[in-house]
């Protein structure tokens, strides 16, 4: 069942919180930093992997995929190119 979650300048990690409730991979902050950035924005449930994607293209973050399965949002520097994976 698709969720449509919207948000207007939320924390990121409060974001986080909420996406993981209907992701199949839990998604974990690495840099605390990042945890106060403000999201405003739309995530489709069904469609987290994209969002994730779309997340790197508008703010200075990567992500990694852990061993056991967890998705790492990390700080990316401002000059480093975007990651496309």
């Known amino acids: 069942m698709q969720q449509i979650l919207s948000f ?10 909420d996406v993981n409730r209907y992701s199949d991979r839990r998604i ?14 739309t995530v489709f ?7 994730l994607r779309a997340l790197t293209d508008v703010y200075p973050v ?16 401002p000059t480093e190119k975007l990651q496309k994976n």
Not at 33 to 41: A, E, F, N
Not at 45 to 51: A, F, H, K, M, V
């Open 45 to 51: 449930t069904p469609s987290i992997d994209e969002w």
């Open 62 to 77: 990567r992500f990694a995929k852990a061993a056991n399965g967890d998705i790492e949002l990390e700080s990316r520097p």
């Open 8 to 17: 207007d300048g939320i924390p990121l990690d409060v974001v986080i919180d």
């Open 28 to 41: 974990v902050i690495g840099d605390a930093k990042l945890s106060q950035i403000r999201y405003t924005g």
